[in-house]
């Protein structure tokens, strides 16, 4: 099959064949749009265009191929590969006597097959063995539930924990130790993808049951940087902790395009029209006025207790991280007093900087417990003289004072002293007022108070002050 020119990729080919490849394409990339993934029309062309280069029949290449054209993050390789296994299914069974509507197999016996064709490497049993495994232990079929709890009850009834030790036992003890680290890894690496065919057969049931569509809509996770500070897990602060630097060399590079175009400034009519006397009186060459862009000074004040930290040290990584975009950056962090933090941050190991953040930073004066009153209190004391005019103030928190002091008239002199003063809380909008918030103490005091609970909020955000 081939596949058209981007004319007619536009046009609705006569082909029926083309015309399916075409909507599944076109379902794809809305749903990769709907999880987060941005993927622009160009993008959904040149996918067409791989699609020519490569194996229809092969699902691998044709993965490989969208994958190369419609990815351009790491970040949002996960989404993709999930959203490929619900619209690009493989295909049901897997030769022999693993189809659908193959009988349960007995544990002992499907264990003793699975061993042997891993230890084999043979990719093609594997993947039967992957689609038995569902159709005998998954019992998907009939039932509703997260693609999550059929992987368990698969992997628990078969003990995928146990099989790389019975497959080294099925290899005896009589091989050399290089050897057998060397088939331990390779074990681990058919067992990973013996895993993912699990998961996408599972998948592929689900969308024969429910709809590609639902099944997308349900099944993604959410982005690194669409993920909510206050909800985080562990190991979606570090999938967030490798965005926060690709997210910032985009931003970068979009600033740097207005800031060049800022800089072009007005034009200028006499100046122009002088110069197209050379021309005829036609206009070739227009003369600008020049304008001269200043980049702000930016200082943090961030709010590093428990309830906001992670919202907090995201936004010490990004600003810092952004550091090009502005003539200097200060941070300060309290918890129930302040201190400057800024010298954490000079080596650009974020991890590191967190560490001493931590450890190194005077930021408990009384019970560890948000005082912002005192904070601001103390910052006042100590570093308000050094705002200027050029000074844009990003005070961090949830503003959660512990029914303490607010000393709001520590803003109003900050807001006074300085270019411009924001507020960047990670709660809901709906919620602030209420128990010991005291956002209306505060908001009156900043040039504007903005909800701020994702990575992808924040950079638009520092776009817009920028």
């Known amino acids: 099959m081939t596949v058209p020119t981007a004319e007619e990729v536009a046009a609705s080919g006569p082909d029926p064949q083309l015309r399916g490849l075409q909507s599944r394409l076109l379902d794809f990339a809305h749903a990769l749009r709907r999880a987060g993934v941005p993927v622009a029309v160009s993008d959904g062309l040149d996918a067409m265009r791989a699609t020519a280069e490569v194996d229809l029949l092969s699902r691998r290449q044709v993965h490989e191929a969208l994958a190369a054209t419609m990815v351009k993050s790491a970040g949002h390789r996960p989404a993709f590969d999930t959203l490929f296994d619900v619209y690009f299914p493989t295909r049901p069974g897997g030769g022999g006597h693993g189809g659908e509507d193959a009988e349960d197999r007995d544990v002992g016996e499907y264990l003793e097959e699975l061993v042997d064709r891993l230890l084999d490497g043979d990719d093609v049993a594997m993947r039967r063995l992957a689609h038995e495994a569902v159709q005998s232990f998954g019992r998907v079929e009939g039932r509703d539930g997260a693609p999550e709890f059929f992987a368990y009850r698969v992997f628990r009834a078969i003990n995928i924990a146990g099989i790389q030790r019975r497959a080294l036992q099925r290899a005896g003890h009589q091989i050399d130790p290089l050897t057998r680290r060397l088939l331990t890894d390779e074990l ?163 991890s590191e900087a967190l560490r001493r953040l931590n450890s190194e930073a005077d930021l408990v004066w009384l019970d560890g417990h948000s005082d912002y009153g005192h904070a601001l209190e103390r910052f006042h004391a100590g570093w308000a003289e050094s705002l200027t005019p050029r000074t844009t103030i990003l005070v961090l928190g949830d503003a959660r004072n ?63 002050i920028v």
């Open 402 to 464: 512990n029914y303490r002091a607010a000393n709001a008239w520590v803003l109003a002199d900050l807001k006074r002293r300085a270019r411009r003063l924001y507020w960047l809380n990670p709660e809901p909008a709906s919620t602030w007022d209420t128990g010991d918030s005291i956002v209306r103490e505060y908001a009156p005091h900043c040039d504007d108070m903005v909800e701020c609970r994702t990575l992808r909020q924040l950079a638009k955000f520092v776009e817009r």
């Open 188 to 350: 681990e690496l058919r067992l990973r993808h013996f895993r993912e065919e699990i998961e996408a057969e599972i998948r592929r049931r689900m969308v024969e049951r429910r709809g590609a569509e639902d099944v997308a809509r349900k099944l993604v996770r959410a982005l690194p940087e669409d993920v909510d500070f206050f909800r985080v897990t562990a190991d979606e602060q570090l999938e967030m902790r490798r965005a926060v630097k690709p997210l910032a060399r985009r931003l970068a590079t979009r600033l740097a395009v207005k800031r060049r175009r800022a800089r072009r400034g007005r034009l200028d009519v006499r100046r122009t029209l002088r110069r197209s006397l050379a021309s005829g009186g036609v206009p070739i060459d227009p003369a600008w006025r020049s304008r001269r862009v200043t980049r702000p000074d930016l200082l943090l004040i961030c709010d590093v207790s428990g309830s906001v930290a992670a919202f907090a040290k995201f936004t010490l990584m990004f600003c810092h991280a952004l550091q090009g975009q502005f003539a200097r950056v200060r941070s300060f962090a309290f918890v129930d007093t302040v201190d400057e933090v800024t010298h954490l941050f000079e080596e650009g190991d974020f």
